[in-house]
């Protein structure tokens, strides 16, 4: 099956400003996963995105306090599978994060990906459009 960002005159018209606002879920790095897609093939993406999938499950439910489920959607999104496992495995090894209210677990996860994307410059919130 031929997927259209395979095409030969892929980033056509269609992408343009496809990245600058987000609506229930980010944009924001749509063009570079696709991009990602064609270079590692998308088997090989299929499975980043299983396993980014699974990492979420966790995060939701053992960091979420009710307040994060937005935030580590857009965080699981935009940051690579390698960096996000990095900091499922911070969170999982230390001994002192586990005994923590659950309050205070999503606060140590939120600060460990925000302190990590903060070196690609990236903000893990939703991007709104600006009222007309």
């Known amino acids: 099956m031929e997927y259209c960002f395979l095409c030969d005159s892929y ?3 269609k992408y343009n400003g496809a990245e600058a606002y987000d609506s229930f879920i980010t ?3 749509q063009l570079s996963h696709i ?3 064609q ?3 998308m088997e090989a993406y299929n499975h980043e995105l299983t396993r980014k999938a699974e990492i979420l499950q966790i995060l939701h439910k053992d960091y979420n ?3 994060r489920k937005t935030f580590y959607c857009v ?3 935009l940051l690579p599978l390698e960096r996000i496992e990095q900091i499922i495995d911070q969170l999982a090894n230390n ?3 586990s005994v923590l209210p659950l309050k205070d677990k999503a606060a140590c996860a939120v600060a460990l990906f925000e302190q990590d994307a903060s070196r690609d ?3 893990l919130k939703l991007r709104k459009k600006p009222a007309d």
């Open 11 to 13: 980033p056509c018209e």
């Open 27 to 29: 944009h924001q790095g």
């Open 35 to 37: 991009k990602r897609a």
């Open 39 to 41: 270079e590692i093939g």
């Open 65 to 67: 306090d009710r307040r």
């Open 75 to 77: 965080a699981v999104n």
């Open 95 to 97: 001994p002192a994060i």
């Open 121 to 123: 410059g990236l903000v």
